[in-house]
């Protein structure tokens, strides 16, 4: 299981966070996921077959990527 913050410009309301959990939260293996506006972050709790390049991958396709 591991978990990780990542830091996510984009995040500018509730309806951002909503977006975030409900699709983050599809993919096989990610057991947990919160988002926050302030600050603008998401903490996502996974196991495989979930991955990081996947969820980074999945926040970019629905437009907010991670910042670097
Ligand atoms: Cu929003």
């Known amino acids: 299981m591991t978990t ?6 984009n995040i500018s309301c509730h309806h ?11 993919l096989t293996g ?4 919160d988002a926050t ?3 603008r972050e ?3 709790t996974f196991d495989a077959p979930a991955t990081e390049e996947q969820i ?4 970019a396709e629905i437009n907010y990527p991670v910042s670097a």
């Open 4 to 9: 990780v913050t990542y830091s996510i410009p």
């Open 16 to 26: 951002c966070v909503h977006t975030i959990k409900s699709e983050v939260s599809e």
């Open 56 to 59: 980074k991958a999945l926040l």
């Open 37 to 39: 506006v302030d600050p």
């Open 42 to 44: 998401a903490t996502i």
């Open 30 to 33: 990610v057991t947990s996921v």
